[in-house]
């Protein structure tokens, strides 16, 4: 997941650290502990690791001091605002192999998306990457369900009045759900660009909502007043 999963999608991005979703799940975190002891991975910042801790939806930080490394930092969570649980992430996450690297697990690219939602003002351009990436691989004529994606996930006016022209019926059926997508069928460039703007300043908030009682816990454990 995060900035190394844009990459294999085709959005370039300028990352210097890697992103993971891993399970709590029982043993898990011991198999966890003993990869990132091999990359003599050290903590930063806060909070350590832990099972309650990844389920509150915290990330933990850490910073890979092996040889050959340059301090890589790894960064892993096992719960994000919006997206699904991790069960359900990994039985529909893509495979790809990387020549000197082997098999990779990734985000679906809904999923990746779905993640990206977020308050920080770098994330916002790479959902639009990403989505404009997807389009641009279709070489062949893509499935409804991945046409839908585009639909409801396309972060500009020229796209989504591309797109419902290229798919008409689709088109009415996704703009139902959808009041940016059917100012876009309408050819209102403005509002469509201020209903963009509204679905996002609407995500920030709930991003923003949803960090408030985890960086409250954080301070409690900077301060000392509560054990992880």
């Given amino acids: 997941m995060g900035g190394q999963a844009c990459i294999l999608y085709g959005a370039t991005e300028f990352t210097r650290d890697v992103d993971f979703a891993v399970a709590v799940a029982p043993g898990n975190l011991g198999r966890l502990r003993a990869a990132l002891e091999e990359l003599e991975a050290e903590p930063v910042y806060f909070p350590p690791l832990s099972a309650a801790v990844l389920a509150r939806g915290h ?31 990994w ?4 495979v790809v192999n ?16 779905r993640a990206k939602k977020t308050q920080r003002d770098k994330d916002w351009p790479m959902v639009r990457r990403l989505i404009e990436a997807d389009i641009a691989r279709a ?3 893509p499935g409804r369900a991945r046409v839908a994606f585009w639909f409801r996930e396309c ?17 009415k059926k996704e703009a139902l759900r959808r009041e940016a997508l059917r100012a876009a069928l309408k050819g209102d460039r403005a ?3 201020a209903l ?14 949803y960090w408030a009682p985890l960086k409250a816990d954080l301070e409690r454990w900077r301060l000392g007043r509560h054990k992880v």
Avoid at 69 to 80: G, T
Avoid at 98 to 113: E, M
Avoid at 155 to 171: C, H, I, M, W
């Fill in 196 to 209: 963009l703007r509204k679905e996002e300043d609407g995500e920030r908030e709930l991003d923003r909502r």
């Fill in 98 to 113: 990387l020549p000197g690297v082997g098999r990779l697990s990734v985000l679906a690219l809904p999923d990746l998306v």
């Fill in 139 to 141: 070489t062949d004529e």
């Fill in 91 to 94: 039985k529909r996450r893509e």
């Fill in 59 to 89: 990330a933990c930080h850490f910073r890979c001091l092996g040889a050959g490394l340059n301090n890589v930092r790894i960064d892993v969570m096992s719960k994000m605002r919006g997206v699904a649980p991790f069960e359900k992430l």
């Fill in 155 to 171: 972060r500009t006016f020229e796209l989504l009045r591309d797109l419902g022209q290229q798919y008409p019926q689709q088109a």
């Fill in 191 to 193: 509002r469509t660009a």
